[in-house]
């Protein structure tokens, strides 16, 4: 019994003639495709390009992309302190923001959360069941999510938003990294 399919086929058998089955002609050959070229690597060219110029006229200023720097190399202000950076989302931003992240083309949580500071999975499923602006504000997903989101503005150099700006206005010190939920309010009876 052969082992293999080429012990089988007789070198006799095969011949020139019906060599045009096996091998695709020129015009059979799939093409190939022309690289795509990005307009950054275009610029370069522009001036020996006859096309025109894009911008809005003689005085428009061409945006450079700022050079974005890896997440992981920005202190953020109290982050090796005791205190900690002080939090301006609460928690219903931050689950939103992990959701979004989460449908992001080849995104593993497992990895994510272990880059973030090796969050235990089922502390980060405790989080995201929780519901409410400070429902889960005691977790460490939370304040490990905040501190990530963060300093992946800072590296993209976004702006803060407008709910984030109006909370550092009424909480200078950051929002409190406990549960409402959970907290006892005692008063006269």
């Not at 695709?24 to 093409?31: F, T």
């Not at 923001?97 to 499923?125: C, E, M, V």
């Amino acid at each position: 019994m052969p082992k293999r399919k080429s012990d089988v086929i007789d070198d006799d058998a095969f011949d020139a003639s019906n060599a045009s089955d096996v091998a695709p002609s020129d015009d059979e050959k799939p093409k190939t495709k022309k690289a795509r070229t990005s307009e950054a690597s275009g610029a370069a060219d522009a001036s020996t390009s006859k096309a025109p110029a894009k911008g809005k006229g003689k005085g428009a200023k061409a945006k450079e992309p700022v050079p974005s720097k890896d997440w992981s190399d920005i202190k953020l202000e109290g982050e090796d302190e005791d205190g900690g950076v002080p939090v301006y989302d609460d928690c219903n931003d931050i689950r939103r923001k992990i959701r979004a992240l989460q449908k992001s083309p080849g995104f593993k949580i497992t990895h994510w959360l272990d880059s973030i500071g090796k969050i235990n999975n089922n502390s980060y499923n405790r989080f995201m069941k929780q519901s409410g602006p400070t429902g889960g504000a005691e977790n460490g997903t939370y304040y490990a999510a905040y501190v990530y989101f963060e300093k992946v503005r800072i590296s993209e150099g976004k702006k803060k938003s407008a709910k984030r700006i109006r909370t550092e206005q009424e909480a200078p010190g950051g929002l409190e990294l406990r549960d409402r939920k959970r907290m006892w309010v005692i008063g006269p009876a």
